[in-house]
């Protein structure tokens, strides 16, 4: 099937299996760590939860440059041993704190600041080194099947982290994800160096963090694409704030409670990312319409009368978000040159992780002050403002106009037409090139598919 066609190959099944069991111990985490935050040492404070997620994605604003160049420059599968060993041990230390019962919230905002240091340098790399794990005409795909991988974790985690928390505490569940982190440590070991795709990698010198920018610069659609990730990342997507304070202030349920509608959005979710994975070349307009769907499908949430109806209106939510999310991913990684891939996915983490420090505490803040639906609110806005910036753009990239033609009838009236082709870098001379690139480096460097390894 074209939707599991990534599967076909050995490496990248080795590094699904892996990062799926790892992704279910971070997902157990973050919810065990949040309702710790916000159950156990804030007193339900939805403004700690943000100041939380604040400093574990901050470091991706002042990380990013130097942990592009360092996908760019380095060996991604040695940097991975690295990021994935310095998680465990964060890890093991907060579990170990807290099952002393010696934690307090300002260790958790230590714990939280370190790890988004470590993260900041493995998202890049982790990003970018699919890249060398199947062809290019086969990215776009491995990209939408991590999403779907992820959100799997999604669906499965928070429920069991829900379970174990309310059973026997938050420590237990950050002990359990150290053991996850073995998975993915053994899967990169499992994968033979020798059977990676060489990809180019930035020469040594002064200017190359520069060079990166200047590339996103002289790319307009990758621009566009990158504000519209920040608009959603900062305002669209603090899912766990709204969720956790619907569920605490607006339901008055437990960590089960909160945990379950963590799993029931990821339903949605994993459904978006297989969509994504079915279909071709990831596309503009499908960026935009997703992040439109999800603006209406938050302001339905924020409008649900109780528990049921809210759990309902998050599978909208979150297939249009991840449809969105993954398309954006696709797009900027497959119409990047592989030399820049690490740098400008560096770039494009920061802008949409980086955006949390503005957007948590806001969005907190929000929902203290006027009360968890105007919270979701947000997201809505959130959502409808970056489709508005994708229909400008669309029509001043492709320079369309809405032309009157009286002697047509009924809908036909009205027509949208081209004015001409723009003179800026579009989506079409974007595909254009990056086909060029893709060409180039098939002709030097072959598919290390499962015969290969034999």
Known sequence: MSTFKSLGVLNYRIWFI???????????QRTAQDWLVFAHLSNHDAGAMGVTLA??????????????????????????????SAMAVLSTGLGLLVL?????????????????????????VRQTFVSELVKDDYLSNAVALNSASFNVARMIGPAVAGVLTV?????????????????????????PLSSLRVQPRAAAGKGRIREGLRYVRNRPDIVVVLVAIFIMGTFGLNFVLFIAAMVGTEFGMDAGAFGLLNSVMAIGSVAGAL???????????LIFAAAGGFGLASGLAALAPNYAMFALALIPCGLFALTMITSANGYVQSTTEP?????????????????????????GWVSNVAGPRWAVGVAAVAGASTAVVGIVWIIRA?????????????????????????GAVNEASAVKEASAVKEASAARDPLPDDADQS
Do not use: C, K
Request: glycine share 10%; no cysteine; net charge positive.
């Open 275 to 285: 969509l994504s994975a079915r279909r071709g070349r990831p596309r503009m307009r």
């Open 398 to 422: 492709r320079q369309l106009r809405l032309r009157f033609d009286s002697s047509a009838r009924g809908i036909r009236f009205f027509r949208i037409e081209s004015q001409g082709a723009s």
């Open 55 to 84: 400093l574990q994605l901050g470091p991706q604003l002042f990380l990013a440059p130097w942990a592009g160049l360092l996908a760019d420059r380095y060996s991604r599968r040695r940097l991975l041993v690295m990021t994935q």
């Open 167 to 191: 059973a026997v505490g938050p420590g237990w569940v950050f002990m359990i994800n150290t053991l996850t982190f073995l998975a993915m440590l053994g899967a990169i070991r499992a994968i």
């Open 339 to 363: 030399v820049m891939r690490g740098r400008v996915m560096a770039l494009y983490m920061a802008i949409f992780m980086g955006g949390t420090p503005i957007g948590a505490p806001f969005v």
């Open 100 to 124: 002393s019962g010696a934690a307090q919230l300002w260790h958790v905002y230590v714990f939280a600041l370190l790890l988004g240091v470590v993260s900041a340098l493995d998202a890049p």
């Open 18 to 28: 892996g990062a799926l069991i790892s992704n279910i111990g971070t997902w157990m």
